[in-house]
């Protein structure tokens, strides 16, 4: 009797108290995000959990008090449920697993504990991430749903946030509707009927979704949640809200209502929102615009705002206006903002995107001049020319006027869109506050006088150490003598603009083809990017099928039915089997129909190149070893069976034409040679290097016609025919020390948005319904230059360089591969001085280093020559060897597998930027 009686007053109820005052507090300091759908239950964060570990632990204590001491109580249950939720509300999660399952288990028989313990369990086990075994644990406790009444609406909502979890809303919305019935709890029954209303509007149930959204209104809520429900009941036009279709009206007198000064970001932003949909765009510009102007700590809010600015502009083919506003996006993303990986990968490849997206448009615009009459070509480039002039003399004057007023830095050029003065959203940061700003700009002109915005400023018309302050005659004579200079730079600038046009213009056959391939070759690299780098399917779907509207007849036709099949395989099965069909019919017989009929012909290709590129190496080894007859007898078996890649087919046939070299005489040399080149007349390693043979034979065949065989071996005393290959010792080179490592500037483009960032999802596919009139304007748009970066001191422009081939195991035969690369050079670089060797380091990696190169310029050159062949030169799976470009001064650094590691990750994150 005395161990339950102090079990219970003083453990029991004192841990259940510690632990409904946690719950409380975390309901109360938990902030809520109501644009997005709000949370079933409030769970712990980082900073909550590190809060209350002290308390949580003290709970623990208490219970394993009772455990460990109290054996005859019959409040042990109680301690061990106790234990799991301390631990579940201090993050501990695997912990109150595992004590939620012991009481799950030793209490069976106990409904009460059996329940509330299962239902604790799945939401520890979502916590961690382990939807399919919370699944299962909820599957288990709905069996027992009946037993008892307690737990009843914790199940309901537990089910609820799983359902939410793996995106099931119809049967969350059921699952939430049972817990409010179960719940006497009136602030998380508010929440569930704020949450209903929003899954509810979700899916079309708008009469439903206002009922539970008046629910929070009509409730006594944080003024916060009323407002946001009554913001979501305007959208809803129902029987019982008829008004509701007035939207604008109802959201606007909401914008009057004093108490919503600190949501009037959010309510522009909802009426710019209805007039984009209603077409209304220059009203929606200005209201989205307006939301950026209020003062508001709402980061999520302001992200949306700039990217609607964002994205509207980019469709419009607006990409320098649009470029802004991404990289604004790109500083104000909160790290929970819906599909932020997809908006920092778009920020990340906007420029690339930028850049082919203005060649097709330009491309299109010089096509339609050229399709013009002299007179119409003459009247639309003075039209593009006015507008052009008129925007320089536009920021001409706004730079004077900054003068005239003392404006040390450049207004934003969104600055008169809408009236009145920007007022940005973060008051915290002392540029981004006006008051302190102006008060900072009068200080500066009371000190300094009326500076203009220059290097060297305090020293700019400085007289005896004073500030020399200019009389107003002063700047009226300036703004004089800087408009006679604009003029004549206007009209020096217009006929420079009008002749580049005229130059430009596609009006020979061959200009109009170079064009149409330019504009090809764009559409097809701006399918790429949003395939592969911003993974929106939608539009790389848009930009291939515009490919093949523009031209139905290009040579790349497979590819793209293949990565059209692909795109719509799991969206639209219709148009997924329409370009299946007319790739099996049109190509049945390339790679990619191969692909659709054998899923697992890709894994079938690779080792069956594992297999050729082992008996690869194998024959160079019996050739190295004079095996001369086994040679041959080993090729013509693999090139009888007729199945490989034909780029390891022909190195085959090159080596048996060696052997037969060696063996026969000139004719039967001559005659392997011939047929090589007849059988593999596409290969770009093999064939040319038959080809210069063969010009040799035929230039030197008097002195070679008395040869007993065709190649004799090595002699240093006379001009070697061919560069038979041998097993050279791999020279272990001693690694000199060099400088440290050097540190790159690295930049991600999300982290540089401020550097154009300013105040505020289209691709091809509104650019091409775009009339040829409106395309030609997006050619007033200046060149975005590509987002490229290169760390001089790292690759300077004039050095000795490298081309570098890491092998990253220490024992591979690199012998054939070096042949390979022997060949290469041979073909490309006779004469130009370069050669291959090997460098051993460290036991762990073996570098083929090629050169030297004078400059960065013709290192890269090898670089892209040699890349497409590499995997056929290599004879090693490519998962182990990677390819990097590097100066002399720093290869010596190469020292061990981390250095070169290290340097390969510099040197792409340089060059790819």
């Not at 009922?211 to 129902?238: G, I, P, Q």
């Not at 006088?449 to 302050?469: E, H, K, Q, Y």
């Not at 007319?582 to 790679?591: D, N, R, V, Y």
């Not at 360089?801 to 035969?813: C, G, K, L």
Request: net charge negative.
């Amino acid at each position: 009797m005395m161990e339950n009686l102090t079990a219970r007053y003083n453990i029991v109820y004192h841990g259940r108290k510690i632990i409904g005052d946690v719950e409380r507090e975390n309901f109360a300091l938990h902030q809520n995000n109501y644009q997005q759908l709000l949370p079933v239950f409030i769970e712990p964060t980082e900073a909550t959990a590190s809060a209350n570990t002290a308390l949580m632990d003290s709970v623990i204590g208490k219970a394993l008090n009772i455990i460990n001491t109290k054996s005859k109580s019959k409040y042990i249950n109680e301690a061990y449920l106790l234990t799991g939720k301390a631990n579940y509300l201090k993050g501990n999660y695997y912990n109150a697993t595992e004590f939620f399952t012991y009481v799950a288990n030793a209490f069976a028989d106990m409904p009460e504990y059996r329940q509330a313990a299962l239902a604790w369990k799945a939401r520890s086990l979502m916590q961690l991430g382990n939807l399919t075994e919370a699944g299962m644990v909820l599957d288990t406790v709905f069996m027992g749903l009946e037993s008892e009444d307690k737990s009843v609406g914790l199940i309901f909502a537990a089910q609820a946030k799983h359902y939410l979890l793996t995106h099931d809303e119809e049967s969350a919305i059921t699952m939430l509707q049972q817990a409010l019935e179960h719940t006497s709890h009136k602030p998380t029954k508010l929440r569930w009927h704020y949450l209903l209303g929003q899954l509810l509007q979700m899916h079309g149930r708008d009469e439903e979704a206002y009922r539970h959204f008046s629910r929070v209104v009509k409730s006594n809520v944080a003024y916060e949640m009323s407002f946001y429900a009554d913001l979501n009941r305007v959208y809803l036009a129902t029987a019982e809200n008829p008004s509701g279709a007035d939207r604008v009206r109802l959201l606007k007198r909401m914008l009057r209502d004093g108490k919503n000064t600190a949501f009037r970001d959010q309510i522009h932003y909802r009426i710019a929102e209805i007039y984009y949909a209603d077409g209304n765009v220059p009203q929606a510009l200005a209201h989205y615009e307006l939301a950026l102007r209020q003062q508001s700590n709402n980061r999520y809010q302001t992200a949306m705002s700039y990217l609607k600015l964002a994205d509207h502009y980019f469709g419009q083919g607006d990409y320098q206006t649009s470029k802004h506003y991404y990289d604004s996006v790109g500083m104000s993303l909160p790290a929970d903002f819906p599909d932020a990986g997809a908006v920092q990968r778009k920020i990340a490849n906007l420029d690339d995107l930028i850049a082919e997206l203005q060649t097709v448009a330009r491309e299109d615009s010089l096509q339609y001049l050229s399709g013009l009459n002299e007179v119409q070509r003459q009247t639309e480039i003075d039209s593009i020319i006015a507008r052009d002039c008129a925007k320089l003399q536009h920021d001409s004057r706004a730079k004077v006027d900054r003068k005239k007023s003392g404006q040390t830095s450049p207004r934003s050029p969104f600055d008169d869109m809408v009236g009145g003065t920007v007022t940005y959203t973060d008051n915290r940061f002392y540029f981004n506050n006006a008051d302190a700003m102006a008060m900072g700009q009068a200080e500066f002109r009371r000190r300094w006088g009326s500076r203009p915005l220059r290097d060297n400023w305090r020293f700019s018309d400085m007289i005896d150490g004073t500030a020399a302050v200019e009389p107003p005659s002063a700047i009226g004579t300036e703004t004089a003598a800087a408009a006679d200079t604009a003029a004549l730079d206007s009209a020096a600038w217009a006929f420079k603009l009008r002749e580049s046009y005229l130059d430009a213009l596609p009006n020979t056959a061959e200009k109009l083809a170079a064009s149409h391939q330019r504009i090809h070759d764009a559409l097809l690299r701006i399918g790429n990017t949003y395939r592969d780098e911003l993974r929106d399917d939608e539009e790389a779907a848009n930009t291939y099928e515009e490919l093949l509207r523009r031209y139905p007849d290009t040579d790349d036709r497979a590819l793209l039915y293949y990565n059209l099949y692909r795109l719509y395989a799991q969206t639209d099965e219709v148009r997924a089997a329409y370009y299946r069909e007319k790739l099996l019919a049109e190509f049945p017989e390339t790679l990619y129909s191969r692909i659709i009929r054998d899923p697992q012909y890709l894994a079938k290709l690779e080792q069956q190149k594992q297999a050729l590129d082992e008996a690869y190496e194998k024959v160079y080894t019996q050739y190295t070893q004079q095996q001369y007859s086994q040679v041959v007898d080993e090729v013509t078996r693999l090139l009888s069976q007729q199945d490989g890649r034909q780029q390891t087919m022909s190195q085959l046939a090159y080596l048996r034409a060696l052997a037969w070299g060696r063996t026969s005489g000139l004719d039967t040399f001559e005659h392997a040679l011939k047929q090589l080149v007849a059988d593999f007349p596409d290969d770009s390693l093999i064939t040319p290097l038959a080809g210069q043979h063969l010009a040799f034979i035929e230039a030197n065949r008097d002195t070679l016609a008395n040869r007993m065989v065709a190649l004799y071996g090595v002699d240093g005393n006379r001009a070697r025919f061919v560069d038979e290959p041998t097993m050279t010792l791999w020279p272990q080179l001693v690694i000199h020390s060099g400088p440290d490592r050097p540190v790159p500037r690295r930049q991600l483009a999300v982290s540089a948005a401020g550097q154009t960032a300013v105040r505020g999802n289209a691709g091809l596919g509104t650019v091409q319904g775009l009339a040829r009139q409106q395309l030609a304007k997006t050619a007033e748009v200046g060149e975005v230059g590509p987002n490229v970066y290169r760390n001089l001191e790292l690759l300077p422009d004039s050095a000795t360089y490298y081309f570098v081939i890491n092998v990253m195991n220490e024992r591979v035969n690199l012998a054939p591969s070096r042949f390979g690369i022997g060949q290469f050079n041979r073909t490309r670089y006779t004469g130009g001085g370069i050669s291959h060797q090997l460098k051993a380091v460290n036991d762990e990696n073996q570098l083929i280093y090629i050169g030297p190169f004078d400059s960065y310029d013709n290192a890269k050159l090898y670089e892209t020559q040699i890349l497409p062949l590499l995997p056929d030169i290599m004879k090693i799976p490519g998962d182990i060897y990677n390819t990097f470009v590097i100066t002399d001064r720093y290869f010596g650094t190469l020292s061990d597998f981390d250095k070169i590691d290290d340097y390969y990750t510099i040197y792409w994150e340089e060059t790819s930027k």
